[in-house]
């Protein structure tokens, strides 16, 4: 494209109203086998989820992330968080990660998938990165959660930058923690869903 587009700036997205996530009675955290077999077959049937993942962050030089500690699938109705350190659903993680016939969507992915590749041994199939979706449609600067969610709804993506940088590999997330991890992929099914049926 001969023009480029432009992403809201900070200021003009801090004067817009919140964006309505998934409350906590849609979130759902995967402990156990059973749990992760009726998640695989939700989260299947959806066919297109919001995808993201969270890790433990790293504050030393040389520190090596043993993450992804979280990861997160989300409908347009609830969100799926599945724990690394649970191991009763690393068959199920690697299922869905693996599938070409479940449409994972998120922002700005590389990071992602490289810790998924260290941890897991595999490369995710059938990805979509919204940001690439955004460079085709002529936005030059990388366009995360919060400028879509602003360009797309008008709507601010709230995200607090405490829990960003808490502790992921907790064994017992707290309701922040959950939240953010779970709206983090629903905006991005949102988001995609939009993008399909705006013109732009």
């Not at 009675?25 to 077999?37: C, H, I, L, P």
């Not at 600067?141 to 808490?166: D, H, I, M, Y």
């Amino acid at each position: 494209m001969s023009t480029h587009k432009v992403t809201p700036d900070k200021f003009a997205i801090a004067q817009l109203e919140p964006f309505d996530g998934l409350d906590i009675r849609s979130v759902f955290v995967v402990t156990d086998a059973r749990q992760a077999k009726i998640a695989l077959a939700e989260l299947l049937e959806a066919r297109q989820v919001g995808f993201d993942t969270e890790s433990k962050p790293t504050f030393h030089k040389g520190q090596v992330s043993e993450g992804p500690h979280v990861l997160q699938f989300a409908t347009t109705e609830k969100a799926y968080i599945f724990q690394s350190h649970c191991t009763e659903s690393h068959a199920v993680i690697v299922e869905l990660l693996s599938s070409t016939a479940l449409t994972k969507i998120g922002f700005g992915l590389d990071g992602d998938l490289h810790q998924i590749s260290q941890r897991f041994g595999i490369r995710p199939g059938a990805l979509v990165d919204l940001d690439s979706s955004f460079r085709q449609l002529g936005y030059r600067n990388s366009v995360g959660a919060k400028s879509a969610v602003a360009l797309l709804f008008n709507r601010k993506f709230l995200k607090s930058k405490s829990v960003t940088t808490s502790n992921w590999a907790l064994t017992e997330l707290t309701d922040r923690q959950l939240l953010y991890a779970a709206n983090d992929a629903y905006a991005a099914i949102k988001v995609f869903h939009a993008l399909n049926s705006a013109d732009m």
